[in-house]
């Protein structure tokens, strides 16, 4: 399978280093970090330390797949804040590509319908912050990836295409956002395939909460079969999460061995 299996480090609630010291007896092939994170902050971080930072990630011997940039509140469809919203996200650009992350994920903000005229307002917004953000990827060597879950994956695909016909933005797949909401995982890799890049791996009840991985209602062998027929050059990042109280380390790397043993066998 052209897939890479890895975790959101942030979602440990550790400090960078302490984490990737946490995990290094899983042998994790990619990671991915926030870039607003109290440790890490494109304000802060300055070009030795992002250095040290990039060989460190080496030195463990995994790579930084991805970083996630969010702005936070109505995220980029509030058209009061998106000039600075806009600015933050393409310092954190700036960093990921500085760190060597392949992607830098984006929450952009629910994506309402073409002929939604309750919130023509909140779309027209989003358009406009994501055709800057199809600017910022065509000049970085970071791809940049719309994190996909929060509406239907046709209406996300049909809003992706009306504002970036290049193919300059890309998709985080969050299969269990979808399942969360009633929607087969599989039909939005069909509607979004052109676009995927990489995957978020946190596991949902249908019509529910985030679950333990593994006993959530999302069919992970599935999934990852889908993914892996995707053409891309090179793998595809696939980052357990998980944001449930409790014992986040063992989850977590609980997440990662099964996602590694259904790679091996998808039906198992």
Known sequence: MN??????????????????????????????????????????????????????????G?????????????????????????????????????????????PGGYVAAAN??????????LSEAARTLAGFASSSRTRLSWLGGQESPEILAEFLGSVDSGGMLEVD???GAYVMRGIDPSKALNALSSRVAMATAADHYRGGAEAPFGMGDVRWGETLIGLSTLKRASAI??????????????????????????????VG
Do not use: H
Not at 29 to 53: K, V
Not at 90 to 97: G, I, P, T, V
Not at 116 to 125: F, H, K, L, Q, W
């Open 62 to 106: 995994t790579v930084l797949a991805a970083m996630r940039a969010d702005v936070g509140g109505r995220r980029l469809s509030d058209a009061k804040s998106l000039d600075v919203n806009l600015a933050k996200i393409r310092e954190a650009l700036q960093l990921a590509s500085d760190l060597g992350a392949a992607n830098l994920v984006v």
């Open 3 to 60: 897939i890479q299996l890895g975790l959101w480090v942030d979602d440990l609630r550790l400090g960078v280093k302490q984490a990737l010291q946490l995990i290094k007896p899983l042998q994790v092939e990619a990671i991915g970090l926030d870039a607003f994170g109290a440790e890490i902050s494109p304000r802060t971080l300055g070009p030795s330390a992002r250095r040290d930072l990039a060989q460190f990630i080496r030195s463990r």
């Open 173 to 175: 797949l969050n299969p």
């Open 237 to 266: 990042p696939i980052l357990a999460s998980c944001t449930l109280d409790g014992q986040r380390a063992q989850m977590l790397a609980t997440a990662y061995q099964r996602l590694a043993a259904l790679r091996k066998n998808p």
């Open 116 to 125: 939604d005229i309750d919130n023509a307002t909140a779309r027209a917004t």
